[in-house]
T-cell receptor, first 116, second 112 residues
Framework: GAVVSQHPSWVICKSGTSVKIECRSL??????MFWYRQFPKQSLMLMATSNEGSKATYEQGVEKDKFLINHASLTLSTLTVTSAHPEDSSFYIC????????????FGPGTRLLVL | GNSVTQMEGPVTLSEEAFLTINCTYT??????LFWYVQYPGEGLQLLLKATKADDKGSNKGFEATYRKETTSFHLEKGSVQVSDSAVYFC???????????FGKGTRLSVIA
């Protein structure tokens, strides 16, 4: 089946630093990737939609200068949390849509970010 | 706009009990419907899906039937196991590059 990886799985950083999270589709090409944020015991909140080779589309209320998204190839998207603060601590999950099966999204295992 | 409503948890069942998690949706057109499962500390895994009315998705003993007349996609399993303890999300996608619309999730705990 389709596999999506995320790296790192865990990150702890100091307030003010920037953190980059990678999302890769390992065995399929993904023209579209999505980034979600999940708070404890809550559902996923869509942050942005990332299309290969173009600018990401951010959901209302998500700061695009804070959460930089780059989708440079059909298998890689990155999310950079710039100047992270404790309120950015969360579980970040990416998903990728298989271009051959446009309605099915496959999710990465998530990245837990803790900002001290 | 599109939306998904699923029963609130938590749901606690004994091992081998029958499971139903209700899910209803609102959408224009004919969406595809999905159930995802999230085990503790992990991302979401696709459990099953159905792309048109009357389709039945099934996997690992779980089933859900796409009911257009009742706009529902209820998840069922005849005999749950402790290993089924997780959060289950119902979701829909109406086409192409639009993101999934998720329900709020239902936490299932199965006790031995």
């Amino acid at each position: 089946g389709a596999v999506v990886s995320q790296h790192p799985s865990w990150v702890i950083c100091k307030s003010g630093t920037s953190v980059k999270i990678e999302c890769r589709s390992l065995d399929f090409q993904a023209t579209t990737m999505f980034w979600y944020r999940q708070f404890p015991k809550q559902s996923l909140m869509l942050m942005a939609t990332s299309n290969e080779g173009s600018k990401a589309t951010y959901e209302q209320g998500v700061e695009k200068d804070k959460f930089l998204i780059n989708h440079a190839s059909l298998t890689l998207s990155t999310l950079t949390v710039t100047s992270a603060h404790p309120e950015d601590s969360s579980f970040y999950i990416c998903s990728a849509r298989d271009r051959r099966l446009s309605e099915t999204q496959y999710f990465g295992p998530g990245t837990r970010l803790l900002v001290l | 706009g599109n939306s998904v409503t699923q029963m609130e948890g938590p749901v606690t069942l004994s091992e081998e009990a029958f499971l139903t998690i209700n899910c209803t949706y609102t959408a224009t057109g004919y969406p595809s419907l999905f159930w995802y499962v999230q085990y503790p500390g992990e991302g979401l895994q696709l459990l099953l899906k159905a792309t048109k009315a009357d389709d039945k998705g099934s996997n690992k003993g779980f089933e859900a039937t796409y009911r257009k007349e009742t706009t529902s996609f209820h998840l069922e399993k005849g005999s749950v196991q402790v290993s089924d303890s997780a959060v289950y999300f119902c979701a829909l996608s109406d086409s192409g590059n639009t993101p999934l619309v998720f329900g709020k999730g239902t936490r299932l705990s199965v006790i031995a």
